[in-house]
């Protein structure tokens, strides 16, 4: 398993922006999909959005927030952001990074918590 280290999170008024980072302990060069997940307590963690291995880097977002969110990867920075925009209460969970190598093995970060109040 790879470390990953998310940062990037904190309270912001509804309607405001984040980006939350998350950074590996190794090249995740573009072989692995690293994908955002997020938890309310007493829930199931849900994908939030996730970028494919490849060149082409595709992408998938959860239907709530198409639109809102935005993932992307710097390969040479073993990096993955997840710019949220545009930002509602029910976006409020603790956000996990994710990693899964080509091998299918799985890496998690330790969370970071996003908060949206007035």
């Known amino acids: 398993q790879i470390q990953l280290v998310e940062s990037g999170g904190g309270l912001v008024q509804p309607g405001g922006s984040l980006r939350l980072s998350c950074t590996a302990s190794?090249?995740?060069?573009?072989?692995?999909?690293m994908g955002w997940y997020r938890q309310i307590p007493g829930k199931q963690r849900e994908r939030v959005a996730r970028i494919s291995s490849g060149g082409s880097g595709g992408t998938m977002y959860l239907d709530s927030v198409k639109g809102r969110f935005a993932i992307s990867r710097d390969n040479a920075k073993n990096t993955v952001y997840l710019q949220m925009n545009n930002l509602k209460p029910e976006d409020t969970a603790v956000y996990y990074c994710n990693a899964l190598s080509p091998s299918g093995l799985e890496s998690w970060g330790q969370g970071t918590q996003v908060t949206v109040s007035s």
């Open positions: 190794e090249n995740i060069n573009s072989l692995y999909i």
